[in-house]
């Protein structure tokens, strides 16, 4: 019975940590988009910081396992 939990357990986690890096990529991987943009659009750098600071693009952020600090916003 405790064997199966704490084999649930580990499952869970585990299931956690993948889907967790899955969407870290998708953040990266529209980062990177959005970089490509500034090529023809020329604000790309701006754009980014703004979201970056507002309240939803801190949030993803951390979903992402990206810490949200200034010093990430201005990299």
Same mark, same amino acid.
């Given at each position: 019975m405790?064997? @199966? &939990?704490v @084999?649930g357990? +580990?499952?869970?986690n585990e299931?956690?940590n993948?889907?967790?890096k =899955? &969407? +870290? *990529?998708?953040? =990266?991987a529209a980062? @990177?988009?959005a /970089? *490509?943009d500034?090529k023809?659009? !020329?604000? !790309?750098p $701006?754009?980014i910081a703004?979201w *970056?600071?507002s309240r939803?693009?801190r $949030?993803?952020?951390?979903?992402? !396992? /990206?810490d949200?600090n $200034?010093?990430v916003? +201005?990299?």
């Amino acid at each position: 019975m405790m064997k @199966d &939990f704490v @084999d649930g357990t +580990a499952y869970n986690n585990e299931q956690g940590n993948r889907a967790r890096k =899955l &969407f +870290a *990529a998708v953040v =990266l991987a529209a980062l @990177d988009d959005a /970089i *490509a943009d500034d090529k023809k659009y !020329g604000n !790309g750098p $701006e754009q980014i910081a703004r979201w *970056a600071r507002s309240r939803d693009g801190r $949030e993803v952020l951390s979903c992402a !396992g /990206i810490d949200p600090n $200034e010093r990430v916003v +201005a990299g």
